[in-house]
């Protein structure tokens, strides 16, 4: 089992900054690789940014490329979101997912979930 915590969530004027942050407990941190998701009220949760287990490669969403960026710290067992330049429409909670890493890309666990981050874009 992974235990998954986020914070760094909050209330944020159009343009401004946050770091949300995920820490992690149980398996080892490292085996896997790391993504953070979001959903806003009443849409489908939506891949945001995955990064792998090395953290040497990183993928995004079109909607948050340039603005986020994924990192990670596996003596720490966190990973990190920086969010940049945001934008009413980024309001949602986040998540973030332990899974895996295809050539394609990061693949979601249906296991892994924190229990979110409420992130509030002001106009």
């Known amino acids: 089992q992974v235990q998954l915590v986020e914070s760094g969530g909050g209330l944020v004027q159009a343009g401004g900054s946050l770091r949300l942050s995920c820490a992690a407990s149980g398996r080892t941190f490292s085996n896997y690789a790391m993504g953070w998701f979001r959903q806003a009220p009443g849409k489908e949760r939506e891949f945001v940014a995955g990064i792998t287990q090395s953290g040497g490669s990183t993928v995004y969403a079109d909607s948050v490329k340039v603005r986020f960026t994924i990192s990670r710290d596996n003596a720490k067992n966190t990973v990190y979101l920086q969010m940049n330049s945001l934008k009413p429409e980024d309001t949602s909670v986040y998540y973030c997912?332990?899974?895996?890493?295809?050539?394609?890309?990061?693949?979601?666990?249906?296991?892994?979930w924190g229990q979110g981050t409420q992130v509030t874009v002001s106009s």
């Open positions: 997912n332990a899974g895996g890493w295809l050539t394609t890309g990061y693949l979601k666990s249906s296991d892994y």
